[in-house]
């Protein structure tokens, strides 16, 4: 049985890691779990850790200076890395500092399940003493493999997971860091890929899909027009006025008015 440690600047992807795998069956006796290259160097000083599954991106240090620091420390220890980052240069760090793989987030648990497995059933291989284990290269990415794991984020509908958010939270005040730690992304990366299926920036989107339906709302002459603003996520009325005024042409009286 081998012990792992779990690396994430957000406790909540830790914990949910921690939760979603089934390590005695994967072959882990003992995970460890922390929050930041400081804490995670501590514990691997301490303890004999054989697996190390750490986010790339983290203040303070990153996946790829914590596996750097690993190497340069002589620690045998194999690392499969979580990462909203599926970038070609990201990866050509990690092939060099020989991490064993990687999985991207929103994370498929069922399959970095099967990654460790794997990755287990190979340690037991080498410490039986079976030299005869797939390739000289088998705990490490090559550059193929890394361009076919860039084109999995594509299957991943990042435009109808945005879009989806803002319907279910319209009445609600939030924002783009707020939505990309709901769905588990790195801000940036989902602003840019929004942008690229979409054309419009999920700021715009997001006043976009207010202001439609916004206008949807006015119909109704019953509900007063500072309800249909905070109905849209507006609590300033004189705001939303401004707003609806500027993306619409017209005010949102202007605009009822016309529809009658």
């Given at each position: 049985?081998?012990?792992a440690?779990?690396?994430?600047?957000?406790?909540?992807?830790?914990d949910?890691?921690?939760?979603?795998?089934?390590?005695?069956?994967c072959?882990?006796?003992?995970v460890?779990?922390?929050?930041?290259?400081?804490?995670?160097i501590?514990?691997?000083?301490?303890?004999?850790?054989?697996?190390?599954?750490?986010?790339?991106?983290?203040?303070?240090?990153?996946?790829?200076?914590?596996?750097?620091?690993?190497?340069?420390?002589?620690?045998?220890?194999?690392?499969?890395?979580?990462?909203c980052?599926?970038?070609?240069?990201?990866?050509?760090?990690?092939?060099q500092?020989?991490?064993?793989?990687?999985?991207?987030?929103?994370?498929?648990?069922?399959?970095?399940?099967?990654?460790?497995?794997?990755?287990?059933?190979?340690?037991?291989?080498?410490?039986?003493?079976?030299?005869?284990?797939?390739?000289?290269?088998?705990?490490?990415?090559?550059?193929?493999?890394?361009?076919e794991?860039?084109?999995?984020?594509c299957?991943?509908?990042?435009?109808?997971?945005?879009?989806?958010?803002?319907?279910d939270?319209?009445?609600?005040?939030?924002?783009?860091?707020?939505?990309a730690?709901?769905?588990?992304?790195?801000?940036?990366?989902?602003?840019?890929?929004?942008?690229n299926?979409?054309?419009?920036?999920?700021?715009?989107?997001?006043?976009?899909?207010?202001?439609?339906?916004?206008?949807?709302?006015?119909?109704?002459?019953?509900?007063?027009?500072?309800?249909?603003?905070?109905?849209?996520?507006?609590?300033?009325?004189?705001?939303?006025?401004?707003?609806?005024?500027?993306?619409?042409?017209?005010?949102?009286?202007?605009?009822?008015?016309?529809?009658?």
């Amino acid at each position: 049985m081998y012990n792992a440690l779990i690396v994430d600047d957000e406790p909540r992807s830790v914990d949910a890691v921690e939760t979603n795998i089934e390590w005695i069956k994967c072959g882990i006796r003992q995970v460890y779990k922390a929050l930041n290259m400081e804490s995670a160097i501590a514990i691997i000083k301490q303890h004999k850790i054989d697996i190390l599954i750490c986010d790339i991106e983290m203040p303070g240090g990153s996946g790829l200076n914590l596996l750097d620091w690993i190497r340069d420390s002589k620690y045998e220890i194999n690392c499969i890395f979580v990462t909203c980052h599926p970038e070609f240069d990201y990866m050509r760090k990690a092939i060099q500092l020989k991490c064993y793989d990687y999985v991207l987030k929103p994370i498929d648990y069922s399959e970095l399940s099967r990654i460790i497995a794997m990755l287990v059933k190979k340690l037991e291989a080498l410490s039986s003493g079976d030299k005869d284990i797939e390739a000289v290269n088998w705990g490490r990415l090559t550059d193929y493999q890394i361009r076919e794991r860039e084109n999995e984020i594509c299957d991943q509908d990042v435009e109808q997971k945005v879009k989806k958010y803002i319907r279910d939270h319209m009445v609600d005040s939030f924002t783009v860091p707020d939505i990309a730690r709901e769905l588990n992304f790195n801000p940036q990366y989902l602003m840019r890929a929004f942008k690229n299926k979409t054309g419009l920036s999920i700021v715009d989107y997001i006043t976009q899909a207010r202001m439609e339906t916004a206008t949807h709302i006015l119909k109704d002459t019953r509900i007063p027009i500072k309800d249909v603003a905070f109905m849209v996520g507006y609590s300033d009325y004189a705001y939303f006025t401004r707003v609806f005024k500027k993306e619409c042409g017209m005010s949102p009286t202007e605009y009822r008015s016309s529809k009658q």
